[in-house]
């Protein structure tokens, strides 16, 4: 307010020498004083009505203020009358000017209210200068030049509130822009940072599938060997049956058959061993297979999650991380069913190692109790049927176990496939992101600019 005040001083201080108001003058402004106080509240209420409905649409409800208006207008008209221009006129000023700019209607209530007086204040001269046209004339103008100092002090005052508004605006404008500039890079910076992460979660991913891919093909290999060893196991075994068969029809030749027993128990036994360990390096593969899904379920998890945090630009990779997350599942239910398939192959070992150890005994017991060769050979016929059995068993899983390997690999492919995908999205997300913040800082500079 105080700051106001100041400028209707310097506005009001300004304007005085130029309209010339002399002691004669202003003596006929404080003659035409009653004139004004006896008209112009009358005037006021018309012309605020007017306004109102004329421009009803442009300007504040002034019905329920009407009377605080009229007040506040006929006590300025009072005032400027009075001719002394001092404080209380300034006051004036400042108190006319809020009610104008609170009703929206400005300097063009007071020219009109103006322009209404005119009519009392020149009959009242026309009476005083009946025989003087030229003082008439005279009287009218120092009228109109305190009339225009008024209102050009008026205009002057909203010119510069419209001045201060704008400036105001500006500066909210630049504000404004700044803190949109700051969030949208936070925002931005947040996106780039998330591909990141993401590109990398995804090179991760790639290089563990290229692992599971290495470690399917060492488990289809070691599938494979133990079939070969169970078809050695099967070949073997048959040698042993015929071997018992002739110690049945022939006691000459039992000794003979007996240390030939005993070597191809024991390379029974060094084969069945073979196996087992087979059994043994397999199960560690499936093991590891079984760790890579479960982290290749984790990753998939992440990548989702990070895709959620990436709003609209991350749905097409939310549906290529829950693909990813179902082939893991699946790789994971073939990894326990390898698993549960080399754990009955170690089983069968393990039974066929006890079996082999067990004829190796009785082949050694038979050297020295040739009385019981033909109840031993009978034995020894049926142990080596069963064995013949397992390897047949074991040749199967080892078969399964291939099929399943086949399947791995074939659902590694895919992880490594989507995984080159979703590192191809991070790249786009990655560039995207560049692009949105130089066009933050071309909208800013364009607002800058505005």
């Known amino acids: 307010m105080t700051a106001l005040i100041e400028i209707v001083r310097h506005e009001i201080g300004k304007r005085l ?38 421009h009803a649409d442009k300007v504040a409800d002034i019905s329920t203020r009407m009377d605080e208006m009229v007040a506040c207008a006929s006590s300025h008209f009072s005032v400027l009358f009075a001719a002394n221009f001092d404080e209380e006129y300034v006051a004036s000023v ?95 910076q947040a996106v780039y940072d998330s591909s990141d992460r993401f590109l990398k979660s995804a090179d991760r ?31 073997a075994t048959e040698e042993l049956s015929m071997a018992a068969a002739e110690i049945g029809s022939t006691m000459e030749r039992n000794r003979d058959i007996a240390v030939r027993g005993v070597a191809d128990a024991l390379r029974l036994s060094a084969n069945v061993e073979s196996l087992g360990a087979g059994a043994n390096q397999i199960g560690s593969v499936v093991g590891l297979i079984a760790a890579i899904a479960a982290q290749t379920n984790l990753l998939a998890l992440n990548a989702a999650i990070e895709a959620a945090r990436a709003g609209p630009a991350g749905r097409g990779f939310a549906v290529i991380a829950g693909e990813v997350k179902a082939l893991a599942g699946q790789t994971e239910l073939a990894t326990r069913d390898i698993s549960a398939q080399i754990s009955a192959l170690q089983a069968i070992a393990n039974g066929s190692i006890l079996e082999v150890k067990s004829i190796s005994a009785t082949i050694r017991e038979m050297e020295t109790e040739m009385r019981s060769i033909s109840e031993l050979a009978s034995k020894q016929s049926a142990a080596t049927a069963l064995i013949y059995g397992d390897a047949a068993e074991v040749s199967t899983i080892a078969e399964g176990t291939m099929t399943s390997a086949g399947i791995v690999k074939n659902a590694v492919g895919i992880l490594h496939e989507t995984t080159g995908q979703a590192r191809d999205l991070a790249k786009q997300l990655r560039l995207t992101s560049v692009e949105l913040d130089s066009d933050i800082g071309d909208f800013v500079g364009w607002l800058a600019i505005t």
């Open 94 to 188: 400042v108190r006319f000017r809020n009610i104008e700019i609170e009703s929206s209607l400005g300097a063009r209530s007071r020219l009109s209210i103006a322009m209404r007086l005119l009519e009392p204040i020149a009959l009242v001269l026309a009476r005083k200068n009946r025989f003087s046209p030229a003082g008439m004339a005279r009287d009218m103008e120092i009228v109109g030049r305190v009339f225009t100092l008024d209102i050009n002090t008026t205009i002057a005052l909203e010119q510069q509130k419209l001045s201060d508004d704008g400036a105001a605006r500006q500066i909210r404008l630049a504000e404004g822009a700044a803190d949109f500039q700051t969030k949208m890079r936070e925002l931005n």
């Open 205 to 235: 991913a790639s290089q563990m599938s290229e692992a599971a891919a290495h470690e399917t093909a060492e488990v289809s290999s070691a599938a494979r060997r133990t079939q070969e060893s169970a078809a050695v196991t099967a070949s």
């Open 17 to 54: 020498p130029m309209f010339a108001l002399d002691h004669k003058t202003r003596s006929l402004l404080r003659w035409l004083k009653p004139v004004v106080e006896k008209n112009i509240e009358r005037l006021c209420y018309l012309d605020y009505a007017r306004a109102l409905a004329v």
